[in-house]
């Protein structure tokens, strides 16, 4: 599995009850630069009322359950039992982790992914309270940007990312960024983080130039 990513691949399946995997490898990819990260003014308010508590790593499995529901607009996912066991495994051995909101006791948002080198591959999101998920996303970029890491790969891009700067690149520019990534060390941050380093200009990431 960690040898496909690093190539570039990853794994989705047609349905919740399909127990194939099917590796995917789009001619054009979704990232979102870390050093060109936009948060709109009003989720700006959002992060200073500080509405929801983030945890990392604390519920996992119940993140993943999230991304997987089937909401309005979206009956299927292509989150089956295999790619929910192989993610679990890969958090418990340390490299993929959530990023959990949380409102009280009650986890209304978040997302998932894998850590390799300098990359982090967004796997997928819920929300379950509005921003919640918004929330989630800013708190990973700081984390990312504190950790050192050059690249997050979206996979593709939607119109919730394109707000945030989301681009779609070639697969020839994605395999030379990913490579570059990988090469690079970096860690996963696991106590809080200042939401800010966010919205922090200038810091010495890897760019990327669309053409």
């Not at 099917?22 to 003014?41: K, N, Q, S």
């Not at 504190?146 to 593709?156: S, V």
């Amino acid at each position: 599995m960690l040898r496909a990513y690093s190539m570039g691949l990853f794994p989705m399946a047609r349905t919740r009850d399909d127990a194939k995997l099917y590796w995917i490898d789009p001619e054009d990819r979704g990232i979102l630069p870390l050093d060109r990260f936009h948060m709109p003014r009003s989720l700006k308010k959002v992060m200073k009322q500080g509405r929801f508590q983030i945890r990392v790593d604390t519920a996992f499995r119940a993140v993943m359950a999230g991304c997987a529901e089937a909401k309005k607009g979206r009956e299927e996912t292509w989150i089956n039992a295999p790619i929910v066991e192989l993610f679990c495994e890969l958090h418990d051995n340390g490299l993929a982790h959530s990023v959990e909101s949380w409102d009280g006791d009650r986890l209304v948002g978040g997302l998932y992914g894998l850590a390799l080198g300098g990359a982090f591959f967004g796997e997928s999101m819920f929300s379950r309270a509005t921003d919640a998920s918004k929330v989630a996303l800013v708190d990973l970029v700081a984390r990312l940007r504190l950790g050192g890491f050059r690249l997050l790969d979206t996979q593709f891009i939607t119109d919730h990312l394109l707000r945030f700067g989301a681009v779609e690149i070639p697969r020839s520019q994605y395999q030379v960024l990913l490579s570059e990534a990988l090469s690079h060390g970096a860690h996963f941050p696991m106590g809080q983080v200042d939401w800010r380093l966010a919205d922090t200009p200038g810091m010495p990431l890897a760019s990327v130039i669309v053409v």
